[in-house]
C-alpha cells in the first residue's frame, strides 16, 4: 500500500462526511476517477480545510474514511494577509503563492489606488485557487477569502494584535527587525498596498488604527512580490 505521503489529497466541504461516509461532488468524481486515475478501492487523503485529514477509500460516488491522519504543517500563528487589489490577475498569484507560504485568511481591499473593480466570480475563483494551493503544500488549513472590503472598512474590522502596514518608501524599520518569534503573538496582519502605493492618507488611517508602518528593503517590489518577501520573513520566524 501506498504512503499517507504518496497518496494524492482532495479538499472537501466538512458537510460531506456523513457517518464516517464522504459525499463525493461530480466534480470530485471527475477529478478523482478521470484527472487522478484512482480506482473503486484505491485510497486517497481527504481534507475538510479545518485542520483534519483522513485516508479514504474510493468507492463510486462515496468514499469511506478508514482512519484519522496526523498533520503538522501549520504555522503556530494565524496570518492574515489584507492585499490591495494589483491590476488583472495578480491576485491569483497572490493567492497561490501565500497560501503555501502559511496564510490563514486573505482579507482583498480596495484602496484609494486600486484599479481593479473585482467581479463577483473572483472570489469564488480565488477560493479555488487557495484550495489547490493548500492541497499541493500539503497544509491542514484551507485559508478563508474575505469578501473585498475598502480599506477604511478593513482596517477598522481587524482585530489581530499584532498589524503591519508594508510602505515602499520612507524610513521605517525592517519587518525581519521588529517581528520577533519569542512574544506572545498568535494573530499577525501583513497590509501590502496596489501598484501605486498607499496614499498618505491611508498610511495615516492606519496608523492610527494601530499599525506599525514597515520596510521590506530598499528596493521598490512589485505588489505581488512583496506579500511573498513579507510572508516569507514571517514563516521563517515563527516555523517550529
Ligand atoms: N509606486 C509605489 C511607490 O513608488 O511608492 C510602489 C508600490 S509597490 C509596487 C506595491 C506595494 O508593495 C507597496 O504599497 C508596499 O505595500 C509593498 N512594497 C513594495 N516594496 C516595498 C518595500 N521595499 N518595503 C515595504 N513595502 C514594499
Known amino acids: 500500500m501506498k504512503r499517507s505521503n504518496q497518496l ?4 472537501i466541504a466538512p458537510d460531506q462526511l456523513q457517518n464516517k461516509q464522504i459525499l463525493l461532488t461530480t466534480q470530485q468524481q471527475h477529478y478523482l476517477g478521470n484527472v487522478l486515475r484512482l480506482r473503486q478501492g484505491d485510497h486517497f487523503i481527504a481534507m475538510d480545510g479545518q485542520g483534519q485529514w483522513w ?37 491569483d498569484e497572490v493567492v497561490r503563492s501565500c497560501t503555501v ?11 484609494d489606488r486600486t484599479l481593479l473593480n473585482p467581479s463577483p466570480q473572483k472570489q469564488e475563483r480565488w477560493r479555488r485557487i487557495a484550495k489547490e494551493a493548500a492541497e499541493q503544500s500539503e497544509r491542514s488549513v484551507v485559508p478563508a477569502i474575505l469578501e473585498p472590503v475598502s480599506f477604511a472598512t478593513a482596517i477598522s474590522e481587524n482585530t489581530a494584535n499584532y498589524r503591519y502596514l508594508c510602505v515602499a518608501r520612507g524610513s521605517y524599520p ?36 494601530g499599525f506599525q508602518p514597515v520596510s521590506l528593503g530598499r528596493r521598490i517590489l512589485r505588489a505581488v512580490t512583496a506579500p511573498v518577501v513579507a510572508l516569507s520573513l514571517i514563516a521563517a520566524t515563527f516555523e517550529k
Open 101 to 111: 507560504l502559511g496564510v490563514t485568511c486573505f482579507a482583498p481591499v480596495i484602496s
Open 174 to 209: 525592517h519587518l525581519k527587525d521588529i517581528i520577533n518569534s519569542g512574544a506572545e503573538i498568535s494573530d499577525i496582519l501583513i497590509a501590502i498596498g496596489p501598484e501605486g502605493g498607499w496614499t498618505e492618507s491611508e498610511v495615516e488611517w492606519a496608523i492610527q488604527a
Open 8 to 11: 494524492q489529497r482532495l479538499a
Open 55 to 91: 485516508l479514504a477509500k474510493l468507492e463510486a460516488s462515496q468514499a469511506q474514511i478508514l482512519e484519522s491522519i496526523s498533520v503538522q504543517t501549520e504555522l503556530p500563528i494565524s496570518l492574515t494577509l489584507m492585499g490591495a487589489l494589483p491590476k488583472g490577475h495578480g491576485f
